[in-house]
């Protein structure tokens, strides 16, 4: 029998109630051969299920169905803690549905994609590979921030970090230039300007051994 999976209709909960504390569904009478008690039902990937007019729906979209929230398109329901069986209120949330393949491989595999801790640091890391390019989204102290923020560029389509231009370097955008320049004495004083960002640093690296001596 396919999961019925299509908008939810409240007229389906009749009869039947949620407990948000422990996560179960209970049918309050007996309908088509039902029984009375939770529905305990499990289905081969270990989700809860129920059948209800000869329709097999998943519980734990059923519970949003029960507190009156909406499963926006495109969102999917997401188990906190990895256990498909536990539909707690507490334990369920609305994700995309990259989201909730990450948090099954947190779960599955002990990892926590795309974030890095840094004993050296004493940090937690958010990177991902773009464009064949390891790309930095920053280090933070507590890892829960980190996954917030990594959450965050998930929903946001990974937007990449604003480049931090090096020292002692100024870009133009008007021309695309990039300008060595150093404060001396006081005074803002120009070394040229340069089209790429490399030459500029390579320009300033000589300045800098020599002293910034022309």
């Known amino acids: 029998m396919m999961i ?22 209970f049918r309050n009478k007996v309908k088509n051969n039902g029984k009375v008690g939770p529905v305990l039902t499990q289905n081969g990937t270990g989700y809860r299920s129920i059948t209800i007019n000869g329709n097999k729906y998943l519980q734990h979209r ?28 507490e334990n369920l949330r609305l994700v995309t549905h990259v989201q909730n393949s990450i948090n099954r491989v947190e779960h599955r595999e002990g990892t926590i994609p795309y974030i890095y801790h840094s004993k050296k640091r004493s940090s937690w890391s958010v990177r991902k590979y773009i464009d064949g390019e390891k790309t930095h989204f920053g280090f933070f102290k507590d890892k829960d921030e980190a996954i917030k923020e990594r959450d965050r560029l998930i929903s946001e389509g990974w937007p990449l970090p ?18 060595v320049r150093k404060n001396i004495n006081g005074k803002v004083i120009s070394f040229g300007r340069f089209s790429t960002e490399k030459e500029a640093e390579n320009h300033r690296d000589k300045l800098v051994a020599n002293n910034w001596k022309i």
């Open 162 to 179: 604003k480049k931090k231009i090096p020292k002692h370097i100024r870009h133009h955008a008007k021309g695309n230039r990039y300008e």
């Open 62 to 89: 059923l519970c949003f169905l029960f507190k009156g929230v909406d499963i926006p398109e495109g969102m999917c329901v997401d188990h906190l803690n990895g256990h498909r069986s536990d539909n707690r209120w």
């Open 4 to 25: 019925y999976t299509k908008p939810l209709d409240k007229s389906l909960l009749k009869g039947f109630k949620y407990s948000p504390q422990t996560g179960l569904i």
